[in-house]
């Protein structure tokens, strides 16, 4: 039984909680907040305990992995340290506040023996097991474009310089991740970024053209304006077919794949999971969050390579730092 400790109790702290707590490999045992009532809330829920300083929680010899939660601005020094002490972790995206932090990590996690997967939860989403199951018959991709947008008028921590961006370090990230998945090494990058609202230190409007070495593109449009909904809308263009796409956080209803090709569009049928696998937080993830957290314990448990996911994490920093520079052009 794998002993749980978990930095940051907002909403993805409480995820990653029932999530772990589900696993028959897991125990949740400790919890971590800088606001220590809200850790002292979560701990008596699971009969945990918790944690005035997130230090004490990451040495102590008993835990075996760590969930980071908190502001990607803290998590550099939470993810070192979780190293040193031989912590196994899963970590939120965007796994650090800037491209630097993220190679001092990569590196770091490159040379132990902790398994750390980044937590690029839509990659476990029905939505895009589906979609990524179509495209083993769509030949040659040309385009992918992303639209995701999202109504935050109020400023907050996520506004804030020191988390390293804005609208598209938060949203985008999965974006990038999904479109690297797909598409392969990328080549080049530009974008345009705004910052509209009063009080923003980062970009609050982002759109983002990223070419891929095969001579596909993918198009990213993020936004905090949108008050029509949260869904993220995709669309991929092969020599084959056609693939329209959408899914959000909030709505089991919004998970829709459709495929046209030249007999026309066809509605495809999603996988969804049992009501009890479905996430109370965020229903429209419906399972990802639980497949997510299972696959990364099977990989702790039988010591599988996971380093592809913390090289996924340092690509879309690498895209993210180019995105803000407006321009990069990658050497051969």
């Not at 996690?109 to 495209?135: A, N, T, Y």
Request: glycine residues 6%; aromatic residues 12%; contains cysteine.
């Amino acid at each position: 039984m794998y002993k749980v400790g978990i930095l940051g109790c907002g909403k993805m702290g409480r995820i990653y909680a029932h999530n772990f707590d589900r696993n028959e490999k897991t125990n949740v045992v400790a919890f971590y907040n800088r606001s220590l009532f809200k850790a002292q809330e979560l701990a008596a829920e699971y009969g945990a305990e918790s944690f005035e300083d997130w230090k004490q929680l990451v040495s102590d010899p008993d835990i075996d992995i760590i969930g980071i939660c908190t502001p990607s601005s803290e998590h550099h020094e939470q993810l070192l340290e979780c190293i040193k002490t031989k912590k196994h972790v899963l970590i939120e995206k965007p796994f650090a506040a800037s491209l630097a932090e993220a190679e001092e990590m990569t590196e770091a996690v490159l040379s132990s023996d902790v398994k750390v997967l980044v937590g690029f939860q839509m990659r476990f989403h029905p939505v895009i097991e589906k979609v990524s199951e179509l495209l083993k018959d769509a030949g040659r991709i040309y385009n992918v474009d992303f639209y995701f947008g999202m109504y935050r008028p109020e400023v907050t921590w996520r506004h804030k310089r020191e988390q390293g961006g804005g609208v598209f370090k938060e949203l985008g990230s999965h974006l990038v991740d999904l479109s690297c998945m797909w598409l392969g090494d990328f080549s080049s990058v530009s974008s345009v970024n705004r910052t509209f609202g009063a009080g923003r230190e980062v970009e609050d409007f982002c759109q983002a053209l990223i070419e891929f070495e095969n001579g596909a593109c993918a198009g990213i449009s993020c936004n905090y304006w949108d008050r029509t909904g949260r869904a993220i809308n995709g669309r991929i263009m092969a020599e084959n077919f056609q693939i329209n796409f959408r899914f959000s956080s909030y709505s089991k209803a919004d998970s829709i794949v459709t495929l046209t090709d030249n007999a026309g569009a066809h509605d495809i049928e999603i996988r969804f999971p049992p009501d009890e696998d479905i996430d109370e937080a965020y229903p429209g993830h419906l399972d990802s969050f639980k497949k997510e957290i299972d696959y990364f314990i099977e990989a702790v448990f039988r010591r599988q390579d996971i380093t592809a996911s913390i090289k996924a994490g340092l690509e879309s920093m690498v895209i993210t730092d180019a995105v803000y520079k407006q321009i990069l052009i990658k050497p051969n």
